[in-house]
């Protein structure tokens, strides 16, 4: 009788039985709290941000997305480029989640916030030609700019226009999205190249800016 396939069999029925019983631990947004206490610094205790300290707001979004980000300026996949002096702020304060369950855990307390309303626009631009670069933003952000998880993409309207600005002009410039490692943003950095100087950037987000 062969027995051969039996010990890589034992093995399989050995891993399943350890990850189900120890299971990963599920976000704690309680715990994430006290970690955002170091946060509160720059992004406020209500997560509205202040663009005096260039930190952007982050209440309310959404919390695959906020993970992800603190584990790209953890593991050096955002902000260290030389001209990105703002990620790399980011990237020294995100090293204080020491751990992934940090990490999960803080991510978890900034989605339960309440989203702040968008301030005034700081960014003029006409909507209406913004609507039509739009066009392709949408086929991932979604019409409304609430963004899609499946496509990876973040909500747009929660955010101030003025770090949008910077963003897409840090993803034109190869600031943002040019380690192999961040697939999201290499798809995020051509995409840009449909806004073919400033006036186009300040169009789309004057059109973003128009989305409730």
């Known amino acids: 009788m062969n027995t051969s396939y039996l010990a890589p069999l034992f093995m399989a029925v050995l ?72 990620g790399a702020q980011m990237a020294a304060m995100a090293l204080t989640l020491v751990t992934e369950q940090q990490v999960k855990d803080v991510a978890a307390y900034i989605a339960s916030m309440k989203p702040i309303p968008r301030p005034a626009p700081t960014v003029k631009g006409d909507a209406e030609k913004g609507k039509a670069l739009y066009t392709i933003c949408a086929t991932c952000h979604g019409p409304d700019g609430k963004g899609m998880k499946e496509l990876n993409a973040p909500n ?46 300040k169009d789309v987000i004057a059109f973003i800016n128009s989305l409730k």
């Open 15 to 86: 891993l399943i039985g350890l990850a189900l019983a120890h299971p990963a631990a599920a976000q704690d947004a309680t715990a994430g709290k006290a970690s955002y206490a170091v946060c509160v610094a720059c992004h406020l205790d209500n997560g509205a941000g202040n663009q005096a300290l260039n930190s952007p707001a982050i209440a309310g979004q959404e919390i695959w997305y906020v993970e992800r980000q603190l584990t790209y300026f953890k593991e050096g996949l955002r902000g260290k480029h030389p001209k990105d002096i703002y």
């Open 156 to 201: 747009l309207t929660l955010q101030q226009d003025w770090y949008l600005e910077r963003q897409i002009k840090n993803y034109k410039e190869g600031i943002r999205g040019n380690d192999p490692k961040d697939i999201y943003g290499m798809q995020m950095a051509p995409m840009m190249a449909t806004l073919p100087d400033d006036q186009a950037i």
